[in-house]
């Protein structure tokens, strides 16, 4: 194996302590008074509904309409998807099929302070309807009327999946797949308007998003839409037209806020709690595997930072995901693993030594005889995470996606808390192979090459 130069224990360490400081407390830039976060911290974690509380709200169809059923269902998934597709992973949505309406509670966003409940429900999007519609003739208000109020080309259930893109102005659009509903009209749409200087209008409800012009029909089914947007603007468009499309637009009837089943005090003592349990954690490890054990701690930090980033969003533009209970759980155990995988690999370097091989030799064939054991215990926990968001979050997703050949016979589920749980679990068992693997192997055999610490001892060996 090839050797690993005294300096690479210093640069992962440095490495591991920025990952630690950025995902525990993060960045931000000021503009005068205006506060602008760079990085997420641990304080931009959004908390779930049982740790922060939250909002409370009803939906109804408009009076005019009487929904079926099955209308009254879809909305309820579509509703559900929509929470999870914006990480939103702690949610409760019933159906009050007498009154046709839909009660949904979800937890506060993480940087709300004000608590105002008309946020939150305005977050949500609920009455979001996609339309693309001929011209762009308006009223007074400008809502769609004339020609572009009776003629509705595309609506958001015609559209398969939709993405952000770049255009070759490198201006971010919202690159659209339509269903096979959709094609045939939006190609006689194109090809009766292109060169035409018609346009075809854009609408999220009553507020148009974009009016381009059609310069070519357009039969593939592929389309974008264009409108100034920014990265943040374009990937919350995309999201809301992969939540779906409402049999209806709902309207709000009422909303209130809901309060913590155990709230942020309990929150405070889980975080101590688990400190504790880390710091014993830790000497245990050095107590029993001493320079490994110190070489392990340190490892699972890099585990635990790399996790909380990854649960915050980390980046601004990214959505943080709703911690909960289930999602603390999933940390936990990740880490469990994490510790097992360090035990692993000190007790085969202690085997090594004890059987005579010099400390090279067992530092080799300690970390390649444990892999296989790690890999074997990790590889199976992946796919048990896997399973869970594919099972369990939302239907377009990638996993969900690579399942569906399996879960097809049973319908699309969305019990967020499950996901919240199998995303955790897979961020941190991932985690662990980076840090518990391989930053572990990297920072050991980096300090097996200073001279006071090439003794046995300190790895296991006798004295």
Known sequence: MKRVGKPVFFIVVILIAV??????????????????????????????????????????????????EEQMAAAESIIKLRLVNQNITDYEVYTDLNKNRVIVRFPWKEDETDFDPEKAVAELGETALLTFREDYEVDSEGKPTGVTAEKVI??????????????????????????????????????????????????????????????????????????????????????????????????????????ATLGMGAKDAMVLAGGIAF??????????????????????????????????????????????????????????????????TSERIKEELKAGKSLDNALNIGFKRGFTAIFDGNITVIFVAIILMGAFGPTDSIFATILSPIFFAFGASTAGTIYSFGYTLLVGIIMNFIMGVTASRLMLKSLSRFKPFRKAWLYGGDK
């Open 19 to 68: 990952l630690t400081y950025l995902s525990f407390f993060g960045i931000t830039s000021y503009f005068g008074d205006v506060e602008k976060t760079v990085i997420k911290g641990a304080d931009d974690i959004r908390w779930g509904i049982d740790i922060r509380g939250g909002v409370d709200v009803t939906f109804c169809a408009p009076a005019d309409i009487e929904p079926t």
């Open 154 to 259: 595309l609506t958001g259930s015609d559209v398969k999946k939709a993405s952000v893109g770049v255009d070759e102005n490198n201006q971010y659009v919202v690159l659209l797949e339509l269903e096979s509903s959709g094609v045939s009209a939006f190609s006689e749409a194109t090809g009766r308007l292109a060169g035409t200087n018609v346009p075809i209008s854009i609408w999220m409800d009553d507020s148009v998003i974009s009016y381009p012009t059609v310069s070519t029909q357009i039969t593939d089914g592929s389309a974008s839409i264009t409108g100034n947007f920014t990265l943040e603007s374009a990937t919350d468009l995309a999201n809301k037209i992969n939540g779906g499309a409402l049999p209806f637009k709902l309207e709000t009837e009422n909303f209130r806020s809901i309060s």
């Open 279 to 344: 710091i014993l954690v830790v000497i245990f490890v050095i107590a029993f595997y001493r320079l490994p054990g110190a070489v392990a701690a340190i490892a699972l930090l890099g585990q635990l930072a790399g996790t909380i980033a990854a649960i915050t969003g980390f980046f601004s533009t990214v959505p943080s995901f709703t911690l909960t209970l289930p999602g603390i759980a999933g940390i936990i155990l990740s880490l469990g693993v994490g510790v097992d995988a360090n035990i692993i």
